[in-house]
């Protein structure tokens, strides 16, 4: 496909600012539609069945771009998930500052992993998909530290899963990070502008 023959810019389904906002960066019109997915209910189904988080970072990924794809057809469709996993424990968006906290607690002088899955749609299928992982490990946080950082942070930690952004003031919380930073903000972007640009896509 040429990016001729595309229905207009990449659409994103994803409510994320983030992402949206690493596309742009990279050169790539796009538009942005949050699809509508339970995932806490996906996520409990799939812990019972006992899958892993990438079946699941993978499996949320597909369904926000099927559902989005179902509302436009003809467009290339984008869609990504993350799951964080410390001990095998699955971590969620913190909903409130006490969960945030206890959250940071967890991973205080831990090594977690981020998994981050991207699919891609076009007509409507499923064409490609691409899942990376990164580990990250943080310092040892004191009880006065992560306060004075959830009180500088303010609700923007309620929007990331593990209460941080490693571009921002998140990176205080760490004492080495191993993986691809693009992948770790939500988005594996190089393997994308890859499939991107053998599509006819990207220039190349």
Request: aromatic share 6%; hydrophobic share 45%; net charge neutral.
């Amino acid at each position: 496909m040429s990016r001729t023959e595309a229905a207009g810019p990449i659409l994103l389904a994803s409510g994320s600012p983030t992402r949206k906002a690493l596309l742009e960066r990279a050169g790539l019109p796009v538009d942005a539609v949050a699809p509508s997915v339970d995932e806490d209910e996906v996520k409990r189904a799939l812990r019972a069945d006992g899958a892993s988080a990438e079946d699941c970072a993978e499996l949320l990924a597909e369904m926000k771009a099927k559902r989005v794809a179902a509302r436009y057809p003809g467009r290339v469709i984008v869609a990504a998930d993350q799951m964080l996993v410390c001990n095998r424990v699955w971590f969620d968006k913190p909903p409130d500052r006490d969960h945030a906290r206890a959250q940071l607690v967890a991973l205080s002088d831990k090594t977690h992993t981020l998994i981050s899955a991207v699919v891609v749609f076009i007509n409507g299928a499923r064409t490609w998909h691409h899942i990376d992982r990164a580990r990250l490990t943080m310092r040892r946080l004191s009880p006065a530290f992560i306060d004075g950082y959830l009180d500088a942070c303010g609700d923007v930690v309620l929007g990331s899963v593990g209460a941080y952004q490693l571009e921002g003031r998140g990176a205080q919380l760490f004492a080495r990070v191993e993986g691809d930073f693009f992948s770790i903000l939500g988005l594996p972007l190089l393997p994308l502008l890859d499939y991107l640009r053998a599509r006819g896509m990207v220039p190349t």
